[in-house]
């Protein structure tokens, strides 16, 4: 089990924006256009607060849990991310088309293992529109399989090859590639046992 809880920052920087809103509260008392930044203070610490307390999330093999909410991972059937990864905000469809936004206020490396988590586990569903065997690589069909050609790569400089090619038509030519006979067949140091 993996359990993603959201991050301490959150709690802090409300409490900060609080405190914040508190003194342009304290401003707008002899100056009333400091009621703008106030309100829009109170605004941002109400929204990561409700980011800090939100519930963790728990990734089991067989299912996820926010909050009291389980949700087995054979019902999902899309897994959309939208644009935020800190916070995560991604939209989970259902097999009753029912749709659920997960939002996950965590650290951005968190947030991305979340991400992958969900799309690794959803084995059933598309991956931002593409199915999940084509989106992990596993399903190349014959025809997509010939398409592809693997890169090749210079092993030798250009002066090298020349050699190699020489060299091979060398051997072609002769049989074999030997200093003492380099010469065609036959025309190599002759053996003394072989006249007798």
Avoid at 180 to 190: I, Y
Wanted: aromatic share 12%.
């Amino acid at each position: 089990m993996s359990r993603y809880v959201p991050a301490r920052h959150y709690i802090s920087f409300g409490v900060v924006a609080l405190a914040l809103a508190g003194f342009s509260g304290y401003l707008a008392l002899s100056w009333t256009q400091a009621l703008i930044p106030t309100f829009l203070f109170l605004l941002t610490a109400g929204s990561l607060i409700t980011l800090a307390l939100r519930p963790p999330i728990k990734v089991f093999d067989s299912h996820f849990e926010i909050g009291r909410r389980i949700i087995p991972w054979q019902d999902v059937r899309r897994v959309d991310r939208t644009g935020w990864i800190s916070p995560l905000a991604v939209r989970l469809t259902f097999f009753d088309d029912e749709t659920m936004l997960v939002v996950y206020p965590g650290e951005v490396d968190c947030c991305k293992h979340l991400l992958r988590t969900f799309r690794q586990m959803s084995t059933s569903a598309l991956i931002d529109g593409i199915p999940y065997r084509q989106y992990w690589g596993e399903l190349l069909g014959p025809s997509e399989s010939k398409q592809m050609t693997p890169p090749r790569f210079r092993v030798l400089r250009p002066e090298d090859e020349e050699e190699v090619e020489r060299l091979y038509f060398l051997l072609k030519t002769v049989g074999h590639i030997d200093p003492a006979s380099s010469g065609p067949r036959g025309t190599g140091p002759r053996n003394p046992a072989d006249e007798s």
